[in-house]
């Protein structure tokens, strides 16, 4: 059996934490940011866990994560 290639753009953008769930970056926090609250901001700067219903295509994409 063939290596698996490493879907590099999502390699850059999750990262594993302990327990095995994936863990990415919020979306929105690049431009048009005066007319988001302070909050919304601060907020989006967290890191989020992976939805479960996603969990399956980036284990994928993702074979040696």
């Known amino acids: 059996m063939p290596k698996i ?3 590099k753009s999502a390699a ?3 990262k594993v934490t302990g327990t095995g769930k994936l ?3 919020k979306a929105y ?3 048009i940011l005066t007319k988001k609250s302070a909050k919304r901001k601060r907020n989006l700067r967290k890191a989020a866990i ?3 219903t996603n969990v399956k295509n980036m284990k994928k994409i993702l074979p040696y994560l």
Do not use: E, G, L, V
Request: charged share 55%; hydrophobic share 15%; aromatic share 6%.
């Open 5 to 7: 290639k490493t879907k």
């Open 12 to 14: 850059k953008r999750f």
């Open 23 to 25: 863990k990415r970056n």
């Open 29 to 31: 926090k690049s431009h």
């Open 50 to 52: 992976t939805d479960a």
